[in-house]
């Protein structure tokens, strides 16, 4: 898989196929809209959803942490989607997730998802700040635009783009590169997207799944 390196606030930050960023100076994963549990709530409500969300969002975690040796892990927040995230199957699997990686370093900025969900089991161990949380040259935030110095790091939005043709359209996941900021995709399986216009002097980069592409 190929990503594509971007220098931003004096620092290289890697955009990487599996929606999510690589920061090689602290070996840091960067994650947004990870949405454990989206699927249970669904179900919880009668929606015939697929299940298996889980165990592939924390599969895709397993590989990059494997993939990069990253020593920390940062979640741009909902990392829980509902109440329902809270159910016995869910956190068994986050648990055992967690009891195969001790060392690793947690934080999630808590998004607005999380503030319905409530915070994670704290057995995950995982540091809990509210945005903007600061770290570097970096603004840690769930939401983009928030007023605060540093370069912003944020998610929400689930952002793709739109490819078109005389005869068709591609939507992509994408990472929003602007001047005060960057959006993340959705890591999270089962989170949709929401197709983003860029603004003056924003970059698009879309993932396949295998790589990597600036298209504007």
């Known amino acids: 898989m190929s990503g594509a390196m971007v220098q ?32 249970a709530a669904f179900r919880s409500l009668g929606v015939p959803v697929p299940r298996g969300t889980t165990s592939e969002n924390l599969a895709g975690l397993d590989a990059l942490v494997a993939t990069h040796g990253a020593r920390q892990v940062a979640f741009l927040g909902d990392f829980l989607h509902a109440r329902a995230a809270h159910t016995s199957s869910t956190q068994l699997a986050m648990l055992a997730w967690r009891q195969r990686h001790p060392d690793l370093g947690l934080m999630l900025v808590r998004g607005n998802h999380d503030l319905h969900a409530g915070d994670p089991a704290a057995a995950l161990g ?71 216009k860029p603004g003056p002097g924003d970059r698009i980069y879309v993932t396949s799944g295998d790589a990597v592409h600036a298209v504007r």
Not at 132 to 159: E, K, N, Q, T
Not at 174 to 194: D, K, N, R, W, Y
């Open 8 to 39: 931003v606030a004096g620092e290289s930050l890697l955009l990487l196929p599996e929606k999510a960023i690589y920061w090689p100076r602290e070996r840091m994963l960067i994650i947004a809209d990870i949405h454990f549990g989206k699927a």
């Open 126 to 196: 995982i540091a809990l700040v509210d945005e903007p949380h600061a770290i570097g040259p970096f603004a840690f935030c769930h939401h983009p635009g928030v007023d605060a110095p540093g370069y912003g790091l944020a998610g929400h939005v689930h952002p793709v783009y739109v490819l078109a043709t005389r005869f068709d359209a591609l939507r992509l996941p994408c990472f929003v590169v602007g001047e005060q900021g960057l959006i993340l995709p959705s890591f999270g399986a089962f989170t949709g997207g929401h197709a983003v």
